[in-house]
């Protein structure tokens, strides 16, 4: 064998192993490829369930807390109302009286004013009537009556609605009809504030859901009562009550042409007994009940501003 031979054997050689080399070195790259898709994938689906644990784990906390509160309320609520009761009773009976006593008092002041009774009692009881200021304490009287009445109202008006508030954590789930009670809340809506207020249902589909009945209708209709209120002062009364279905959720939007959001209060939106309302009859516990309903369906709520308008939405998974 000649040297060329052994040269061009050896040439051969070295091909073939750079040849094998190269071909386990492009086996490799892809196995290591693969596995580092493989790893990545399992990343993403360890991220994706630590997320899902940590929302569940959220859902549980926020759901201990609301019922904790519940507890809480429950029972302040119902130590207020046992006395609330006694008095608003006791008030009311007492009004009646005054009004019988106002009565008498009315007679006796004719009595008194009349010419032919001039003897010395009659005399001193007439004087007594105008030192005492008789015609002041009757009205003042009354006057009083009323404001204690109307705050004992106001106290079972928070009482009541601290119970619902507590009814959050308590019901269960039942099927319903969401579209169907929105058009009757519309309706009714439509008819009593007519032709003042423009009110309007938007939907994609007609969406029945599992939710807590009583809970989810008064949080329906507390969005609705806020919406009406913003628009009290405004030209344009028009609310818009928009229900998206999604494969996974259902989203109730209420959207209002009113006043917009104060800033003294857009941070504390959501708390209880917040409120820019100057009427009594506000508590300004609506908002809270309807994050509490919100979160009690482990959904959310969420409010935006744009173009003059106010847009509340509540999501809840279906």
Do not use: W
Not at 3 to 19: D, F, G, V, Y
Not at 155 to 175: F, M, Y
Not at 184 to 190: A, E, G, N, P, V
Request: proline share 2%; glycine share 4%; with cysteine.
């Amino acid at each position: 064998m000649t040297s060329q031979e052994t040269i061009h054997r050896l040439l051969e050689r070295e091909r073939k192993a750079r040849k094998h080399a190269e071909s386990l070195l492009e086996t490799k790259s892809t196995e290591l490829y693969e596995a580092k898709i493989a790893i990545e994938k399992r990343n993403e689906e360890l991220e994706a369930t630590l997320k899902k644990l940590k929302d569940t784990q959220s859902s549980l906390v926020q759901a201990e807390k609301m019922a904790s509160i519940g507890r809480l309320a429950a029972a302040v609520a119902h130590q207020i109302n046992t006395p609330v009761g006694y008095m608003q009773s006791n008030l009311e009976s007492l009004q009646s009286f005054v009004g019988i006593q106002n009565t008498f008092f009315e007679l006796t002041k004719c009595l008194l004013t009349d010419a032919g009774i001039q003897d010395f009692q009659s005399q001193r009881f007439r004087q007594l009537f105008v030192d005492e200021d008789a015609e002041f304490l009757i009205e003042d009287a009354h006057e009083m009556l009323q404001t204690c009445l109307q705050g004992s109202q106001r106290i079972a008006k928070i009482t009541s609605s601290l119970l619902n508030l507590t009814s959050v954590t308590e019901q269960t789930k039942a099927t319903f009809n969401l579209y169907e009670y929105l058009s009757q809340l519309i309706d009714k809506f439509s008819q009593s504030y007519h032709p003042a207020y423009t009110f309007k249902l938007i939907t994609n589909k007609q969406p029945i859901i599992q939710c807590q009945e009583d809970v989810f209708s008064n949080a329906l209709l507390e969005l609705l009562n806020n919406a009406i209120y913003a628009c009290k002062n405004s030209e344009k009364k028009e609310i818009h009550c928009v229900i998206d279905t999604s494969e996974t959720s259902v989203t109730i939007s209420v959207i209002d042409s009113g006043c917009g959001i104060h800033d003294s209060v857009r941070s504390q939106l959501f708390e209880p007994f917040v409120t820019t309302a100057t009427t009594e009859d506000q508590l300004g516990l609506g908002l809270c009940l309807v994050e509490a309903c919100a979160q009690s369906h482990q959904g959310n709520i969420s409010v935006e501003e744009s173009e003059g308008k106010t847009r509340f939405s509540m999501t809840i998974p279906k």
